[in-house]
């Protein structure tokens, strides 16, 4: 890391002494932070069902008193109290059986900012314990990354220091996704699976070099045998923060328009999407006139989901998949490097289950992996833990020459752990560790870290540095990923 030692030293002793000073209380153990945690497939399966059984359902996460402001709204900057509501924040559940025998598979999208792993523990809790579902092999719930959602992490309270959550609010959030979960599960039918991919023109934008994001959107299409209903999943990479920072409006950002297009123009269809690899930053090709506020942003984001809908509905050449989902998550340990972060856990702003092993000046952040295959070697899906780099993806890295620290990237990448036909990125799943960022480029400002952002020799700012959980997040979770899917073989 590119700062001196000094400075490196001091920043070691804040995080130290702050961990030494957080009670007993703030800590937990793996075996609680992984209770609830279903780990899927042992062993992956070649074996395919005779047809697939989905369910769709969904929950109006919006509170009834949004007007109230008594809700902070997400992503921008802290105090942003809502004043009223564009759009729904909806859960939105698909629950997949292959019929091989083996257990069925929740995949679930929250319209928020992203949600700790603690909370989805909560919902994984309260459906498990419902046990409406029988031979469940896997929950996963993953943010839709809206900038204009309820606060669900509490980073943009009154206060820096203050926790933005409502706890009310949150308690309701998570019964009303578990509640929404169980009906995708009650409203299975059984029928056909089929995807379709197309790469977008002009829609992205990537506010940090290198220019290497995923233009692909991507339809997984769930047709009931009798006709009564079709099921689109969608993924795509963009960061939802079109409403720009000046919205009092509580919304789930262009995700909600792009869903309204589809269903509208798809009979008996319901549709959810999950976000991709959006870090580095990845966000909507005129978001520099959305930060500026240039543009009338409500009509912008309209537009962007509108026409991301119209991609959707326009794809054709579509392949069936064979009746077979495999899936596999296992628990890991995040390095807090980030003192800010752990700072904000000791004054409860944050939630995050956290670890202390041995050493009581060192602690982790309970969080996991996931990898999920559809059809026989045609779809598999990184479930990742936060903002993924897109490099860390598809390994187009900057070259040494470019990279903050001088260094080559050193990563099997996430491309390299797989062989399907399709691979894609489900982003903010399971958790929210921020940004994850290559170590080769990862800077941090030499005074203040964590706290200014950097900049290194060719004036490029490092601002996703500061909202990350650490130098060594990347390298864990590639790893992690790549033991859980050998393991899986």
């Not at 002009?202 to 045998?225: G, S």
């Not at 952040?365 to 990898?371: D, Q, R």
């Not at 598999?380 to 260094?407: R, T």
């Amino acid at each position: 890391m590119n700062f001196d030692n000094l400075t490196k030293k001091s920043i070691e002793a804040l995080s130290k002494s702050i961990i030494s000073a957080m009670p007993k209380s703030s800590f937990t153990t793996a075996e609680k932070a992984n209770r609830y945690m279903l780990t899927g497939d042992e062993k992956f399966s070649g074996e395919a069902g005779e047809f697939f059984t989905c369910g769709f359902a969904k929950s109006v996460l919006t509170p009834d008193d949004a007007a109230s402001g008594k809700y902070f709204i997400a992503g921008y900057d802290s105090n942003n109290p809502a004043t009223g509501v564009l759009d729904d924040m909806f859960a939105r559940a698909v629950y997949i059986d292959d019929n091989t025998g083996r257990g069925g598979v929740v995949m679930c999208s929250i319209d928020a900012v992203g949600i700790s792993r603690k909370d989805i523990n909560d919902i994984r809790k309260a459906v498990i314990e419902s046990k409406k579902i029988p031979s469940l092999k896997s929950i996963s719930v993953a943010a839709t990354h809206s900038h204009s959602a309820v606060d669900t992490q509490g980073l943009w309270g009154e206060k820096i220091y203050k926790c933005g959550r409502n706890e009310a609010f949150m308690e309701k959030l998570k019964a009303r996704t578990a509640q929404a979960i169980i009906a995708a599960y009650e409203n299975r039918k059984d029928g056909k699976m089929f995807y379709a991919v197309k790469e977008t023109e002009d829609m992205q934008f990537d506010c940090r070099t290198p220019i290497a994001y995923d233009k692909n959107l991507t339809r997984i299409r769930f047709e009931a045998f009798d006709k009564s209903e079709e099921i689109h999943i969608i993924n795509f990479a963009s960061h939802a923060e079109l409403l720009g920072s000046k919205t009092k409006n509580i919304s789930a950002d262009f995700p909600a328009y792009m869903i309204k297009e589809i269903e509208e123009k798809n009979a008996n269809s319901n549709a959810v999407f999950f976000n991709g690899a959006i870090g580095g930053m990845i966000s909507a090709k005129e978001i520099k006139k959305v930060y500026r506020n240039e543009i009338d942003c409500e009509a912008y984001t309209k537009e962007f989901g509108k026409t991301l809908g119209e991609i959707a509905n326009a794809l054709e050449n579509e392949t069936e998949l064979e009746p077979l989902i495999n899936v596999k998550s296992a628990p890991i340990e995040v390095a807090a490097s980030n003192f800010v972060l752990i700072l904000a856990r000791l004054l409860n702003v944050l939630n995050n289950d956290i670890l202390r092993f041995g050493k009581r000046s060192e602690a982790y952040i309970s969080s996991e992996v996931g990898y999920l295959e559809l059809g026989k070697g045609r779809i598999g899906a990184f479930l990742v833990p936060g903002e993924l780099f897109p490099e860390l993806w598809n390994g187009e890295f900057l070259p040494s020459w470019e990279s903050a620290n001088a260094k080559k990237a050193n990563y099997k990448v996430l491309k390299e752990m797989c062989s399907c036909e399709h691979q894609f990125v489900v982003g903010l799943c399971n958790d929210e560790l921020g940004y994850i960022v290559p170590d080769n480029d990862f800077l941090l400002h030499k005074k203040t870290p964590y706290i200014e952002n950097a900049n290194d020799i060719l004036g490029r700012s490092h601002y996703e540095e500061t909202n990350s959980t650490g130098p060594e997040t990347a390298r864990k979770i590639l790893t992690e990923m790549n033991n859980l899917i050998d393991s899986a073989k």
